[in-house]
């Protein structure tokens, strides 16, 4: 059997035109019709792609210009404030304050300094951001950390203490100033001690 290759009727053997549609043919011999041809659909495809993309760069740009009137924003109804070594930073979302006394912050926590131990680095720093308010302090002595990790271990006697290796201890307590922590730590010949509290508002005491 062969099948007309215009219109793909069936036609008998040796016929010169198409019983169907009357065109001239050659006859094909295969069991099955030939395949009409493709619809032109690439056009359609390439548009939808497009589309797509310039919508994705629409949103891209859309996104970047929302990011910088934002943070124009926040830059605007931002303050700094310097008083000699202090720097008190205002945001929208709250106040960061470097430069503090650390034996000053130490007190606010209620955290005792271990004795003979020094500051370190510029000073403390207490920052309040979204109703939370974060003290911290960083200290330094020639003891080994062992010796600090028990001086607080005596004073925090319900702290989860973690010990690591390197002498590195770390002590987290719970209590009404908030959450104390104290990461002690050797450094070379020193051992560091940074303490911080977290808390409502309530580490000022």
Known sequence: MAFCNSCGAAIEANVKFCPSCGKPVAAVPTGLPPAPPAKPGGANLIKIILIVVAVLVGLGVIGTAFTVYVGYKIARASHIHQQGDKVKVETPFGTVETNQDPQELARRMGVDVYPGA??????????????????GANFETDDPPAKVAEFYKARFPNAQVTEGAGDRYSIVSSGERGMTTISITSIGAKTHISMAVIGRGSSDR
């Open 118 to 135: 020094t500051p370190v680095g510029s000073g403390g720093v207490v920052s309040a951001m979204g109703g939370m308010k974060t003290i």
